[in-house]
């Protein structure tokens, strides 16, 4: 399987930005999916997730309430809806398939898309 992400950019602080991440191959509605970003010096941290059904999502502490993912099984695809922006967002933005529900750990994950660049201004 790939995963091909997309949907980053720049945007000014407080803006918004919808990540899509379309795997190729039959199995994606299989498989709980995750979104981790890296900023730059930084390792890279997980930022949300969500089962294979889309009932379960889980987020890190610092994207509640902010951030949405969502998944079409029937287009192969998830999704992250990020609002509210901060500067502190800045990073790139990397799609996961998880291999077990373990959302948060990267070792639970066994394949990444190549990533996109998301840039917030202040």
């Known amino acids: 399987v790939q995963l091909q992400a997309s949907g980053g950019g720049l945007v000014q602080a407080g803006g918004s930005l919808r990540l899509s991440c379309v795997a190729s191959?039959?199995?994606?509605?299989?498989?709980?999916m995750g979104w981790f970003r890296q900023a730059p010096g930084k390792e890279r941290e997980f930022v949300a997730a969500?089962?294979?059904?889309?009932?379960?999502?889980y987020y890190t502490t610092s994207v509640r309430g902010r951030f949405s993912i969502s998944r079409d099984n029937a287009k192969s695809t998830v999704f992250l809806q990020m609002n509210s922006l901060k500067p502190e967002d800045t990073a790139i933005y990397y799609c996961?398939?998880?291999?077990?529900?373990?959302?948060?750990?990267?070792?639970?994950?066994?394949?990444w898309g190549q990533g996109t660049l998301v840039t917030v201004s202040s």
């Open positions: 191959g039959r199995t994606f509605s299989s498989y709980g």
């Open positions: 996961a398939r998880s291999r077990n529900w373990n959302p948060a750990t990267k070792q639970a994950y066994d394949t």
């Open positions: 969500i089962s294979w059904s889309g009932s379960s999502t």
